[in-house]
């Protein structure tokens, strides 16, 4: 008898210590929020990625300078003598196939492999890259702006699956963190691209060496990450049984969410999604962001050089700061962020806070670019790198916040609300520049510039702040959508039936 009940104690002993070990493991394993493991290593590629998305982007700013006229970098390369509609066509031509490939790359994302979309899009867009040089120098412009309609069709899918991807390998209390990280490869790339394009163009290898660069570097991150990433913790070969439960728990994912057979049967729920004031809330945010950081990376140069005859085009260095206060402010305001989640503020109050900092700050910042004096070019720079530093609590306000609505079904929110915002990309400029079409040097024609984009952050945060959720929606689950459906249909039959 005595045996007995020590036998039983001890089995109690030891299941309360395994209740104990599991609990230790989903709350601190050793993949814990301050260890590196897996999810860390998937979201360095990812940043990797964004980084070399960006600079074949930001590249193709630079290159554009001696590709028109040489003797402005290294004489020795061929030149087109291109006007400035071609220059334009040149620029907007990456963002036709961009805009197009958004909701398709957030679908295909989600009902097929957003490691393998990834992957093989940052494969092609690198090679159209390469390729640049070669067939411009035999069909001129057309080539150049095939592939860059190549490259946007292929680099469409970034965004989205980026997205998708931290849906899967980035725990609630680790979010802000490690989503802010990824994205933040987009100013980082933006930062190195601007002077090291420069110094490759007067280079012996000219201009088309920062095609061949950034392109060679682009199809070497597409085969690393087909080779190490991941679509989730359970599809991963290496990663740790303790790292995998933390996040599998913390996402309150199972095995069977995974199974592809099960995936297969999660059809988006259009317009349950269309209809929802929180997703609005964000298409009306990244249409504000959009706008202002649009017309900041493109108009504020002239203006500077115009207006307060700021000479910025012979120093790169210049043109990075903004980017640079932005890309080193990033980590302390995603820091703070989940911080303030761990102190038990709500997801959705923190969400807000952020996008607060991100858009009401920079229109601030814009609105006193009008009264700053004549040839004070200190004071405007000081400005403009506010502006855009700002801009980092964006990172940690809506363009999280599809996930927070619905880990399903993230990366093809995020491909919407990006496809709409990149239509505001292309035409915030142009309108801008219908609005100083008469004089680049009319202090109040640029005054107007300013406020209109102040006016457009400050509603596109009030919407934000009104509408925007923390919580998951209940449109996410597959089976609460069918089963409002099937209500909804219920309810139609009963009223077509007494008619």
Request: hydrophobic content about 45%.
């Amino acid at each position: 008898m005595a045996i007995g009940i020590g036998k039983k104690d001890e089995d109690v002993e030891s299941s309360g210590k395994a209740s104990r070990k599991t609990s230790t493991v989903a709350e601190n394993p050793a993949g814990s929020s301050y260890n590196l493991g897996t999810r860390h290593l998937q979201t360095l590629l990812m940043f990797l990625g964004m980084t070399l998305g960006y600079c074949q982007r930001v590249g193709m700013s630079v290159a554009i300078v001696p590709m028109i006229n040489a003797s402005t970098a290294n004489p020795d390369f061929e030149d087109y003598k291109w006007d400035n509609t071609e220059k334009s066509l040149a620029l907007s031509s990456f963002f036709w196939g961009y805009t197009v490939a958004q909701v398709p790359s957030g679908y295909v994302a989600g009902i097929w492999s957003a490691q393998m979309l990834l992957s093989v899009g940052m494969l092609l867009c690198g090679i159209f890259n390469v390729i640049t040089p070669f067939v411009t120098h035999r069909w001129n412009l057309v080539a150049v702006c095939v592939c860059r309609v190549g490259m946007g069709l292929t680099q469409g899918c970034l965004l989205p699956c980026v997205h998708t991807l931290l849906s899967k390998w980035a725990p609630p209390p680790e979010r802000a963190r490690l989503g802010t990280f990824a994205y933040a490869g987009a100013q980082f790339g933006t930062v190195i691209a601007l002077p090291i394009s420069g110094a490759l163009a007067a280079s012996a290898g000219g201009w088309p060496s920062i095609f061949y660069l950034f392109g060679a570097l682009a199809i070497l991150w597409s085969v690393c990450f087909f080779l190490l990433g991941a679509d989730s913790p359970f599809k991963h070969r290496s990663i740790s049984q303790e790292e995998k439960e933390y996040i599998e728990e913390s996402l309150r994912t199972t095995e069977r969410k995974e199974d592809p057979k099960v995936k297969q049967k999660l059809r988006t729920p259009w317009r349950e999604i269309f209809t929802s004031w929180p997703m609005w809330a964000i298409i009306l945010a990244h249409c504000g962001q959009n706008w202002g950081y649009w017309t900041l990376l493109t108009e504020m140069p002239t203006y500077m050089k115009k207006v307060l005859n700021f000479n910025i085009e012979g120093s790169g260095g210049y043109s990075a700061l903004p980017y640079l206060a932005m890309w080193i402010l990033s980590f302390p305001v995603s820091w703070l962020s989940d911080f303030a989640l761990e102190k038990g503020a709500s997801r959705g109050l923190v969400r807000k806070l952020s996008n607060t900092m991100a858009f009401w700050g920079p229109a601030i910042a814009l609105a006193c670019m009008s009264v700053i004096p004549r040839n004070n070019s200190t004071y405007a720079l000081a400005l403009l790198i506010v502006a855009v530093g700002l801009n980092a609590g964006s990172l940690c306000g809506f363009q999280v916040n599809h996930i927070d609505l619905s880990p399903n079904y993230a990366g093809t929110m995020m491909s919407i609300t990006n496809c709409i915002a990149s239509v505001v990309a292309i035409l915030a400029p142009l309108i801008c520049d219908q609005i100083i079409i008469t004089d680049e040097t009319n202090v109040h024609q640029w005054n107007n510039v300013f406020y209109v984009s102040a006016a457009i952050y400050f509603l596109g945060n009030l919407a934000f702040v009104i509408f925007s959720k923390g919580e998951v929606q209940w449109w996410n689950d597959p089976d609460e959508v069918e089963a409002r459906r099937q209500k909804r249909r219920r309810k139609n039959d009963m009223i077509e039936t007494q008619t």
